[in-house]
């Protein structure tokens, strides 16, 4: 039988309650390390292991490092994992302070001065990108079956239509007013992203009304350009689609809720990493 870990840097632990949520792997892996729910010391041999949450202290730091030496394959899950996600906010000068503010917390492990991507420490094989990944994305990937084809955007999973006779004036806030089923969500005036985010989730968002954030990232075409690059794209369709100011689009874009995820594959300039391979990304 197969062996997996999971290994848990900083993060929300959604990854894992994600992965939980499947029971396929369970006749065909073996789950020998994951601190949610089972207790063991170390990362033992593994098949593969899963790596989840940023790389934000000196503590993950010391188990990432060790524990790849014990992992064939090496997947980056998650949004934090990729690009630090939800661990990125910890950059902020003003957490940092109210952080090491109180003395207690300064036996904690220590914050690295910036919150690291897994690949930007260790070698990784493939990518889950997903905030978290969909329970089916965590089968998917731990088992490869040959007949699943992601599709290439979200639209192509959601099911709503784009209509060309509705066009709305302004954004309207996230969960406010009332939702139209079967109706694009930008036609109603929502900010979605689903045009240019990477499908494979089956657009679970769109599809309860939610507008999708992007946190699969971007779609194949863009995963290997700057985020400015999908900034154009989904302002060409709202500008295609509705009549709200390009500026309104723009500012909601860099939002802390949307930039999260926005920015999270596609910013390599400074970094001295090349862009992922997008045949890693699944
Ligand atoms: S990627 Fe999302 S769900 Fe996973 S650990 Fe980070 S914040 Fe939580
Ligand atoms: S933009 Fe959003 S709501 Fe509209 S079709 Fe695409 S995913 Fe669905
Ligand atoms: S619809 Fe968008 S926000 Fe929702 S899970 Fe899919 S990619 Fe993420």
Known sequence: MRRFAVLQLSGCAGCEVSLLNAEEWVDKYRLVYMPLVISAYDVPEVDVLLVSGGVRTDEDLYNLRRAVQRARQVVAVGTCAISGGVAN??????????????????????L?????????????????????????????????????KASRIVCHECGRKKLKDMRPIRLIGFQRGE????ICLIN????????????????????????????????????????SEWFVSIQRVFAAMTD?????????????QLALFL??????????RPPRPKEKVL
């Open 89 to 110: 906010l910890g950059d902020r000068d003003e957490v940092r302070a109210l952080f090491l503010a109180q003395a207690e917390r300064r036996h904690l492990p220590h």
């Open 112 to 148: 690295l001065p910036r919150v690291r991507p897994v690949d930007g420490v260790v070698t990784v094989d493939r990518y889950l990108p997903g905030c978290p990944p969909t329970p089916e994305l965590f089968m998917v990937m731990l088992f490869q079956p040959p007949d699943f």
């Open 179 to 182: 939702v139209l089923p079967d």
């Open 188 to 227: 109603q005036g929502y900010l979605c992203v689903g045009s240019s985010t990477r499908g494979g989730c089956r657009a679970p968002c769109p599809r309860a009304g939610h507008p999708c954030v992007g946190c699969r990232g971007p779609s194949d075409t863009f995963i290997d350009k700057l985020s």
């Open 244 to 256: 709200i100011p390009p500026e309104e689009i723009g500012a909601a874009l860099r939002s802390p």
């Open 263 to 272: 920015f999270q594959f596609a910013d390599y300039a400074g970094t001295g």
